[in-house]
Each structure stands twice: as structure tokens, then as C-alpha cells.
């Protein structure tokens, strides 16, 4: 199955209050490794879950904007919450957008999903990444990342999906990404 990757943790003592300005700094982007995630059931997502990862254990693995159509391929970016009191949280709207995809096993179709969360102000590091876990879900094209504050954008990441190959070349051009299984830092999967 295809998991979203944001974060949603480490939720901190303290909240913002919306008159406070922050904005979101992309720490940085591409195709990640990592491990730690727990799977949340969530019908709003288009595979039915949503994954829930520690960000400091993923790896970038290569910067880009350009991803394969390979099983196991995570990619997304690294963010962190600024102009806030350090300590705080800001509730914050990830959205993804991407060419539409049908789950074979209950025929919904999406071509987006969102997300909210409360988010930790930095100098604590959030993803928002999306793991190819099914291969209904690798769908060729543009595949764009925001995050919101209420209605206003703060940030926004689009990457180009290509090819249509399950297995592909190493991130390193060294074999196979098979048997890994590339996920970003504390996020949030569909």
C-alpha cells in the first residue's frame, strides 16, 4: 500500500497563537531511507492508512525532484516551523496532489489527500513524504506538496514522477532499492 509520509508528533508544551507569524524552511528534499514508523488506519487516505515516522531517522538518500516509479521509494522533504516561540506547536494542513490513482481493493479514487497535525517549532525537524507501497499508487507525473497555516501557504514542493519500473536502479546506481524500504523523517504516511 501506498503510505503518505508527514509528520504529525512531537507535539511540545506550549501552542501559538494565530497572530504570531511562522513560516515553514525546507530543511531539504528528495528520496529518503528510514525506519520507526507505526501504521494508523485512516479512510480518508487513499490506501486506507497513514504512517507515523521519527524524522530523525531517515537518511537523504539523493536531492531531487525527479522520482522513480519504484516500490519502496520514499520521497519528500525535510521542514522546519519558524518565527514561533521555540518549545511551541502550530497546527498545520499538509496537502498532496498528484495524477489520480484507484485502490483495486475498495475502487475509491483520489488525486489528493490531507492531513493536519500540531507541529513542533524549531529548531525541531518535521517531513511530509509519501512512501510508494503498492503499485497502484506509482502513478507518473507531478506530485505537489503544501503546507498550510489555516488558509495561507507557506511552502510548496512539487516533484516529477517518471518511468514505470517496480524494481529500478539503486539511488547510488548500484543494484536494486528492493529489500530496502527508503521512509523520511517523523511523518505522517498514506
Given at each position: 500500500?501506498?503510505?503518505l509520509?508527514?509528520?504529525?508528533?512531537?507535539?511540545?508544551?506550549?501552542?501559538?497563537?494565530?497572530a504570531?507569524?511562522?513560516?515553514?524552511?525546507v530543511?531539504?528534499?528528495?528520496i529518503?531511507?528510514?525506519?520507526?514508523?507505526?501504521?494508523?488506519?485512516d479512510?480518508?487516505?487513499p490506501?486506507g492508512q497513514?504512517?507515523?515516522k521519527?524524522?530523525?531517522?531517515n537518511?537523504?538518500?539523493?536531492?531531487?525532484?525527479?522520482?522513480?516509479?519504484?516500490?519502496?521509494?520514499?520521497?519528500?522533504?525535510?521542514?522546519?516551523?519558524?518565527?514561533?516561540?521555540?518549545?511551541?506547536?502550530t497546527k498545520?494542513r499538509?496537502?498532496?496532489?498528484f495524477?489520480?490513482m484507484?485502490?483495486?481493493?475498495?475502487?475509491?479514487v483520489?488525486?489528493?489527500?490531507e492531513v493536519?497535525?500540531d507541529?513542533?517549532?524549531?529548531?525541531?525537524?518535521?517531513?511530509?513524504?509519501?512512501?510508494f507501497?503498492?503499485?497502484?499508487?506509482?502513478r507518473p507525473?507531478k506530485?505537489t506538496?503544501?503546507i498550510?497555516?489555516?488558509?495561507?501557504?507557506?511552502?510548496?514542493?512539487?516533484?516529477?514522477?517518471?518511468?514505470?519500473?517496480?524494481?529500478?536502479?539503486?539511488?547510488?546506481?548500484?543494484?536494486t532499492?528492493?529489500?530496502?524500504?527508503?521512509?523520511?523523517?517523523?511523518?505522517?504516511?498514506?
Amino acid at each position: 500500500m501506498m503510505y503518505l509520509s508527514t509528520m504529525i508528533g512531537l507535539c511540545l508544551i506550549g501552542t501559538c497563537s494565530p497572530a504570531q507569524s511562522q513560516e515553514v524552511q525546507v530543511i531539504d528534499y528528495g528520496i529518503y531511507t528510514g525506519k520507526g514508523d507505526a501504521v494508523q488506519e485512516d479512510p480518508d487516505s487513499p490506501t486506507g492508512q497513514m504512517r507515523v515516522k521519527t524524522t530523525e531517522l531517515n537518511v537523504l538518500l539523493k536531492k531531487t525532484d525527479v522520482v522513480p516509479t519504484v516500490l519502496k521509494t520514499t520521497f519528500g522533504f525535510k521542514f522546519k516551523v519558524i518565527g514561533l516561540p521555540e518549545g511551541a506547536t502550530t497546527k498545520l494542513r499538509l496537502q498532496y496532489t498528484f495524477p489520480e490513482m484507484t485502490n483495486p481493493t475498495n475502487g475509491k479514487v483520489s488525486s489528493s489527500y490531507e492531513v493536519s497535525g500540531d507541529f513542533p517549532v524549531a529548531p525541531l525537524i518535521a517531513g511530509m513524504t509519501w512512501d510508494f507501497v503498492h503499485p497502484w499508487e506509482m502513478r507518473p507525473g507531478k506530485w505537489t506538496m503544501r503546507i498550510y497555516s489555516g488558509k495561507r501557504l507557506l511552502t510548496e514542493k512539487v516533484f516529477t514522477v517518471v518511468g514505470n519500473n517496480k524494481t529500478g536502479s539503486d539511488i547510488h546506481g548500484s543494484g536494486t532499492i528492493e529489500g530496502k524500504r527508503p521512509r523520511p523523517a517523523q511523518s505522517a504516511t498514506k
